[in-house]
């Protein structure tokens, strides 16, 4: 047990003198005897004054009311109109401008949705290139589980 304490406490005198000449070669500065300087000579009755337990429990307190205050507001609600109508093969469209007479309106939360780039070039010169040439990327995985998620949705709706 005592050289462990002992191994404990050597390290970490090393990795704080270490610590203190990494400072001095970026700054040119020691920062023990600066803070020394700064301190005068009383700087071991102010800091224990900085470390009462009243006082650290009054931090404490602080921080934990300002953490939970944080997590207990609520995300603004961000809310999109999203269309939805059903072409005559009978699939369901998702779009943000009313295509159809009979488009239904939607309300979506998209707080913690994902927008899509912008498209510069068409799907059809998109795949004329190798498949083999081009890495897949992040964007198009997700594509490709919408996708799927897209033709499962239809399969769940055919059979209800």
């Not at 047990?1 to 400072?23: D, E, Q």
């Not at 700054?27 to 102010?46: K, N």
């Not at 007479?101 to 939607?106: G, L, M």
Request: charged share 30%; aromatic share 6%.
């Amino acid at each position: 047990m005592f050289r462990l304490l002992f191994k404990s406490v050597v390290v970490l005198l090393l990795v704080f003198f270490i610590g203190n000449y990494l400072v001095y070669l970026k700054t040119g500065q020691m920062p023990l005897r600066d803070m020394r300087e700064r301190m005068g000579d009383d700087w071991l009755v102010d800091l224990r004054e900085l470390f009462l337990p009243d006082q650290l429990a009054a931090d404490a307190k602080q921080a934990v009311k300002s953490v939970s205050d944080k997590v207990s507001e609520p995300e603004p609600v961000a809310s999109t109109k999203v269309y939805k109508w059903t072409d005559a093969n009978g699939q369901v469209h998702f779009g943000d401008k009313p295509v159809a007479r009979d488009a239904e309106e939607i309300e979506v939360d998209v707080r913690n949705a994902i927008s899509a780039p912008e498209e510069s070039a068409p799907i059809a010169d998109q795949q004329d290139v190798a498949p083999a040439t081009v890495q897949e990327s992040a964007l198009d995985k997700a594509r490709a589980a919408a996708e799927a998620m897209k033709q499962r949705v239809q399969q769940q709706e055919q059979i209800q």
